[in-house]
C-alpha cells in the first residue's frame, strides 16, 4: 500500500522527516560544544580533543572514538544493524577529518603522495556514499566542519565557507543538508557568549532552516529542533 504523508506532519513525528544539519566554525568556537545539545546524541569523534567540549556541554552524550576510517566503518555498521540503538541524533565531528581520512586511504591503496585528478573524483564521491548512507538511517543528522576563509585582495571582504579539499566538494557536501550554520564568539556587554548564524550575506555560505532564520545567541539544538519541527 502506498502511504501518502502530509510533510509538516512526517517532519514533526520523524516519520522519515528528520533534520540533517552542517555547523561549521573556527577551532575552538564552541563546534563540539554545541553538537552535545542535540537529544540523545552519539557523537562519532575523529579528534580526542573534542572530548573536554562535549563533556562540559553535556556529561551524558555518548562518544564513539573514530580516529581512522576503520573505527568509523565498524561503528556505522554497528548502528545499520542496530546493535546500537539508544540513541536520537547521530553526530560526526567533524567531516573536514574524516575526508582527511578518506584521503588517506586513498594514497595508502595509490601508493602516491599526492591524488590524481581521478583519485579527486574517488575522494568526492566516497564521501558523498557515507553522507548518503548516513542519511537514510532513521534518526537525526549533524555533521562539523571547520571553516574555509578567503579574503578578497581588492576589497577586503572576507568569505567563509565549509573547509574541505577539492574544488566543488563544499558546495556539493552542503546540497545533502537541511541547513548550514556558522557558529562563533560574540563580544556583548555581559561578555562573551556563543552565537549560531543561520542566515547571512552571500559571502558567508550558511543555509537557514525554513522558518528559523538570523542569529541564535547561546544556541541548544534539542531546542532549535524542536522549533523546526513545531514553528507554523
Known sequence: MVKILKAAEALKKKQGGFIQFLVMGETGSGKSHLIATAKKPLILLTEANGFASIAASNPNANVIPCYNLTDFDEALRAIKDGKIKDFDT???????????????????????????????????????????????LPC?????TLIDTTVEEDTGIRYVKPLFEGRKTAS???????????????????????????????????????????????????DIFHQVRNKK
Open 140 to 144: 537525526d543528522f549533524i555533521a562539523t
Open 172 to 222: 556539493q557536501i552542503c546540497t545533502f543538508f537541511t541547513a548550514v550554520g556558522l557558529v562563533y564568539k560574540e563580544q556583548t556587554q555581559n561578555g562573551v557568549v556563543r552565537a549560531l548564524l543561520l542566515d547571512g550575506p552571500d559571502r558567508i555560505s550558511v543555509k537557514p532552516f525554513p522558518k528559523l532564520t538570523g542569529k541564535i545567541i547561546e544556541p541548544n539544538l534539542d
Open 90 to 136: 547521530l553526530i560526526i565531528d567533524s567531516l573536514t577529518e574524516f575526508q582527511r581520512m578518506i584521503k588517506e586511504r586513498i594514497q595508502a591503496q595509490t601508493k602516491k603522495s599526492f591524488l590524481s585528478q581521478n583519485d579527486w573524483g574517488t575522494l568526492a564521491n566516497d564521501m558523498i556514499k557515507y553522507i548518503r548512507a548516513i542519511i537514510r
